[in-house]
């Protein structure tokens, strides 16, 4: 099957690199053609984690770039789009492949729907409000990274709906025991973008580094203030982001509680489990899911929450190891590669053969 793959990103972007470029070498080795064509570059990338204003004149110029692209779009049994072909443009291209005989299958891990119909300006509501909606309704196949983008696509009318949540590989991640004299360290990953979640942990964690000794360390997040709390900001890299999360003790994801969260996948306690850490994270969206709580760790809903799960395991190194296991027991059947990449493919395949047959699949998410 010759696939074309529209990412957001090139590989620096963590969803074009987790739900897409991470799977290629498994479809390559097992007989897939896979061409990709990003939209934006890791320039793009580099000016928004720092900050800076977009760089518009290029912005145009990628997009012309992928509407070069799109004329050999009939080349290929398939288009594999992560989220959209065009953010903040009507549907059409989408439309036009449908329509013309090129099936599409669509990936999303976040709730990108919400740009448009939760976005500040009118226009944006009203013009492009149902733009997602009219994505995965012409799709052949939409993809999922948590139940409530799978709720969402079947009310906008989605033909067919699988749940694939974002995966580490096994051979990759790996739990490695920590030192008994170690400093206890409480570790979050992620961009300076979704930084803005440790404002809800700075109390709770202050409030614990009065009562123990607490160590925080933050990979990705560009410079953050989290008064009272000792701070270890480390630059992201892919090389050695498992080594960094090895050597702590616990993980965290604080999310707050709006739509645009609930659509949020979960990839940093999926990581946190993987290398078998306990983690804490807010009851929010996939979190939900993805945390046993009271087993893989705990779902702390209030900065009294977060501070008591903080102190109880830094209490009990015990408890902290037993749920480290549960945790990459649980990557182990669910959230891994290993089990995921081969259910891709079977989507992949399926996805393109209903369309050349017409009976496309209409049952729920797994």
Not at 79 to 102: D, T
Request: with cysteine; charged share 25%; glycine share 6%.
């Amino acid at each position: 099957m010759k696939i074309l793959l529209l990412t957001k990103y090139s590989e620096l972007g963590a969803s074009s690199r987790l739900r897409n470029y991470q799977y290629l070498p498994w479809l390559r080795a097992n007989g897939f053609e896979i061409e990709v064509a990003p939209l934006l570059d890791d320039a793009y990338l580099r000016r928004r984690y720092t900050h800076q204003p977009a760089n518009r004149a290029r912005i145009v110029l990628q997009y012309l770039r992928r509407l070069w692209q799109l004329q050999a779009a009939c080349r290929f049994d398939l288009l594999w789009i992560e989220k959209e072909i065009f953010p903040y443009l009507p549907p059409w291209a989408e439309a036009l492949m449908a329509h013309g005989g090129v099936p599409y299958v669509v990936d999303y891990d976040d709730a990108v729907f919400h740009d448009y119909d939760l976005n500040r300006r009118r226009i944006v509501r009203l013009l492009l409000g149902n733009k997602i909606d009219q994505v995965m309704r012409s799709a052949a196949l939409v993809v999922v990274g948590n139940q409530y983008l799978a709720e969402r696509a079947h009310h906008a009318g989605a033909k067919w709906v699988e749940y694939l949540p974002t995966s580490i590989p096994l051979t990759r991640y790996s739990p490695v025991k920590r030192k008994p004299d170690a400093p206890f360290t409480v570790v979050w990953i992620g961009t300076p973008v979704t930084a803005k979640f440790l404002r809800i942990i700075q109390r709770p964690l202050a409030e614990a580094s009065l009562r123990c000794r607490l160590d925080l360390k933050l990979i990705g997040s560009g410079p953050v203030e989290m008064p009272g709390v000792r701070t270890e900001v480390q630059p992201w890299s892919e090389e050695k982001e498992v080594a960094e999360l090895q050597s702590s003790d616990i993980g965290v994801m604080p999310l707050f509680d709006t739509p645009f969260d609930r659509g949020k996948c979960g990839y940093k306690l999926i990581q946190y489990m993987g290398c078998g850490k306990a983690v804490v994270a807010s009851p929010v969206g996939a979190n939900q899911t993805i945390v046993d709580h009271g087993s893989t760790g705990f779902l702390a809903a209030s900065e009294k929450d977060w501070a008591h799960s903080i102190l109880r395991l830094h209490d009990d190194s015990r408890l902290r190891a037993r749920m480290g296991a549960a945790g990459r027991e649980r990557v182990e059947r669910e959230y891994c590669t290993e089990v995921n990449a081969p259910k891709l493919a079977e989507l992949l395949l399926h996805a393109g053969r209903s369309a050349e047959t017409g009976h496309l699949r209409t049952r729920p998410p797994r």
